[in-house]
C-alpha cells in the first residue's frame, strides 16, 4: 500500500522560497505519475504541479507557472516554489496516479494515493 508524507512546509515572506518533498512508503514511485495539490482556507482543493512516470513531461497550472517547478528521482517528487506569494498560502498534497502504460503521461485525474498535507504560510 503506497503512503505518501510531504515535508518542507511552513513560513516565508512574500518573494522568498521553498522547496517541498514527498516521500513514498509501501511501495517506490516507479509507476505512478506524481502530481502536487494545494488547498486554500476556504477554497477547493485545486492541481498545482504533475509529471509524468518517466519524468519527461510536466504541467503547472495558472499563475504559478514560471514559480513552481515540479521535479522527481526514483524516490521522492519535489516542489521548488519561488518567488512566493501570500495567496499561495495553503496546504499542499503530494498524490500519485498510477499507470500501466504510457509513461510520458501527466494528469490530475484518477488519483489512487494521497499525502496528509504540509502547510505553507506567506506572509509578512
Known amino acids: 500500500q503506497l503512503q505518501l508524507v510531504e515535508s518542507g512546509g511552513g513560513r516565508v515572506q512574500p518573494g522568498g522560497s521553498l522547496r517541498l518533498s514527498c516521500t513514498a512508503s509501501g511501495a517506490t514511485l516507479d509507476h505512478y505519475a506524481m502530481s502536487w495539490f494545494r488547498q486554500a482556507p476556504g477554497s477547493d482543493r485545486e492541481g498545482v504541479s504533475c509529471?509524468?512516470?518517466?519524468?519527461?513531461n510536466t504541467y503547472t497550472a495558472g499563475s504559478m507557472n514560471g514559480r513552481f517547478t515540479i521535479s522527481r528521482d526514483n524516490a521522492k517528487v519535489y516542489l521548488q516554489m519561488n518567488s512566493l506569494k501570500v495567496e499561495d498560502t495553503a496546504v499542499y498534497y503530494c498524490?500519485?496516479?498510477?499507470?500501466?502504460?504510457?509513461?510520458?503521461?501527466?494528469?490530475?485525474?484518477?488519483?489512487?494515493?494521497w499525502g496528509n498535507g504540509t502547510l505553507v504560510t506567506v506572509s509578512s
Open positions: 509529471i509524468s512516470m518517466d519524468g519527461t
Open positions: 498524490a500519485a496516479r498510477p499507470i500501466v502504460s504510457r509513461p510520458q503521461q501527466c494528469s490530475f485525474l484518477q488519483i489512487q494515493s
